[in-house]
Structures are given as structure tokens and as C-alpha cells.
């Protein structure tokens, strides 16, 4: 077995049903999108409900760790929200879709446990 085929096999077991080749090339493109300074130095997990739980929720909602990780991605410095509260507004998912959310608070409480909130 050469290394093309523990390569193909891998990202055929992660879920990768493109070529290895196209597959190889998306992960380095992953790699040089997301530098190592902006990952997190530890997570927890809240208990009650607050701002910056609703801010989480709606990027972990969307696909996205937190504010950093989808300025990141999606190449923006600008991220809509609401003018009266500031809470997200608009979000574009990973596959290109949007996802809008409403003025109020959007997570539920069986929710909040399962959010999670980084540090840097």
C-alpha cells in the first residue's frame, strides 16, 4: 500500500466522496483558511442564558465555532445584526445558505448546555 492509498482510504472514511487528490487539496485549503492563532485555548459549556449564549448559539446554529472562526471562512469583517439589541441578524451557512434569525432570543433552554463558549 502507497501513501495515495492510505490517503484515499482515509478520506473515504471521513466522509470525502470526491478524489483523493480534490479531497487532499480542501483539506490544506482548511488548514491555510484557519491559522493557528485563532484557536480557541479552552471551552465550557454555560448554565444559564445570557448574550453572549444567544451570540454563540446562532454561529453553532449556522455551522460556525464563534464570531472568529466565520469572519475567517467567509472572508467578511461585517456580520449583520440587529441595530436595537445587536444580536445576529443574518448568517451565511457553510454550503451558501442563509440563515436569518429574529429579534428576540432564539435559543431555547434545553438548548443552552449544549452551546458552547470559547476562549481565546
Known sequence: INTDDVLCLWFYLIGCVQS???????VMATRLIMPSASKPKSMMRPTHWNEEVEE???????GYRDEIEYKEIQKTDHV???PHNGFVKKLVRRDGCYYYYDRTRECPDK?????KLYAY
Not at 483523493?20 to 480542501?26: G, K, L, N, P, V
Not at 454563540?56 to 449556522?62: E, I, S
Request: glycine letters at 0%; aromatic letters at 18%.
Open 20 to 26: 483523493s487528490r480534490t479531497c487532499f487539496s480542501s
Open 56 to 62: 454563540a448559539y446562532r454561529f453553532q446554529l449556522a
Open 80 to 82: 449583520d445584526r440587529w
Open 111 to 115: 438548548q443552552i448546555i449544549r452551546t
